[in-house]
């Protein structure tokens, strides 16, 4: 059983910045690549950004969030985290935290970011 719960969200004006994280409850943390995707209103789930499990040494991000999102995680605390710089209305999104593990994805509940122009 895997359990993903997300903190960090509010709302925040354009140009400011929200840090998210994720907190999970699973024995081994490592094994799971994590991720961070957002779904606006009437648009489809997208990926925001994914690091790799173990040390996560690998990162990867959704082109629009390129150098304003920097994603990392604490394997002692078994939590990953999203930091979100220079924040746009169209980041306005509820964000969901994901744990990979082929061929399972466990998925958070979400957590609301709000940007005000």
């Known amino acids: 059983q895997v359990q993903l719960v997300e903190s960090g969200g509010g709302l925040v004006q354009a140009g400011g910045s929200l840090r998210l994280s994720c907190a999970a409850s699973?024995?081994?943390?490592?094994?799971?690549?994590m991720g961070w995707y957002r779904q606006a209103p009437g648009k489809q789930r997208e990926l925001v950004a994914v690091?790799?499990?173990?040390?996560?040494?690998?990162?990867n991000y959704g082109d629009s969030v390129k150098g304003r999102f920097t994603i990392s995680r604490d394997n002692a605390k078994n939590t990953v985290y999203l930091q979100m710089n220079s924040l746009k209305p169209e980041d306005t999104a509820v964000y969901y935290c994901?744990?990979?593990?082929?061929?399972?994805?466990?998925w958070g509940q979400g957590t609301q970011v709000t940007v005000s122009s």
């Open positions: 690091i790799s499990s173990g040390g996560g040494g690998s990162t």
């Open positions: 699973v024995s081994i943390f490592t094994i799971f690549a």
């Open positions: 994901a744990a990979h593990h082929n061929p399972n994805t466990y």
